[in-house]
């Protein structure tokens, strides 16, 4: 009984810990713009801050892509894509996919069937290392260890990610993210209505999309409030179940 009230404890004060961590700020110069699906799928960058651009990395696919389709038809990039997990090859009219059937990890080989390759790797196969790359990522929970595993030069040189994380009881999270932030600012913070659960709190949920934007490019206005309030160009996951967004008292600086 003792243990599990140990456990209990030790549980909620990771999740405490993660929300600390998941304070966003206003930017200057970030103009935000929804990139994607009207819902799922779609995600938020600083437009204004996306170019000039060599090339875009999608990870987490499925058999849509309409992020990588919008940024590869507007910027006129190539996305590459990775999902191991769902042979689909989504299409893009006017735009230019390379599907690559293999995921993100902190290693390179073989997991049972599936093909894995760290960050690092694959920007370099594909000749982008040191080129102006964005990234987004959904891999339902492989975000932790994949970018443990990345060097800090290399998350130093990449502009701008966005993607969703998953999770609230692992160590790794608070790590991840605060590896993070010494390069990035956190802009936006959007949970994702599909995963709403009391077993979060005090997050919301278990699921939570994420814009990060390099300290090279980024410049705080800390004069607006902090945390940053919800970007109205956020919209549930789903639009038919309830959402639940943060509704907790501003933090101090």
């Known amino acids: 009984m003792i243990g599990d009230l140990a456990h209990r404890s030790d549980s909620r004060k990771l999740r405490v810990a993660i929300l600390a961590e998941l304070q966003p700020i206003?930017?200057?110069n970030c103009?935000?713009?929804?990139?994607?699906?009207?819902?799922?799928?779609?995600?938020?960058?600083?437009?204004?801050?996306?170019e000039p651009l060599d090339a875009a990395y999608s990870y987490g696919v499925g058999r849509n892509d309409d992020w990588g389709c919008e940024v590869s038809r507007r910027y006129h990039v190539p996305v590459h894509q990775y999902d191991c997990f769902d042979p689909a090859r989504p299409t893009?009219?006017?735009?230019?996919?390379?599907?690559?059937?293999?995921?993100?990890?902190?290693r390179n080989g073989y997991r049972k069937s599936r093909f894995f390759d760290t960050l690092e790797n694959q920007i370099r196969k594909n000749g982008d290392t040191g080129r102006r790359l964005i990234i987004k990522m959904d891999i339902e929970g492989g975000e932790w260890d994949s970018l443990l595993a990345a060097p800090d030069e290399l998350l130093a040189s990449i502009p701008q990610i966005t993607m969703e994380m998953h999770g609230f009881d692992d160590p790794k999270i608070v790590e991840v993210l605060r590896k993070l932030k010494r390069n990035f600012y956190l802009v936006n913070l959007h949970f994702n209505n599909w995963s709403c659960t009391p077993k979060a709190a005090p997050l919301p949920a278990w699921a939570y999309q994420v814009h990060w934007v390099n300290k090279r490019i980024g410049v705080s206005d800390p004069a607006a409030p902090f945390p940053a309030p919800m970007s109205p160009l956020n919209a549930p996951d789903s639009p038919t179940w309830p959402d639940c967004q943060l509704r907790t008292p501003r933090l101090e600086r």
């Open 26 to 28: 206003a930017l200057k």
């Open 31 to 50: 103009t935000l713009k929804r990139f994607g699906s009207a819902n799922d799928g779609g995600y938020l960058m600083c437009e204004n801050l996306i």
């Open 92 to 106: 893009c009219d006017g735009g230019t996919f390379v599907f690559h059937d293999e995921c993100v990890g902190d």
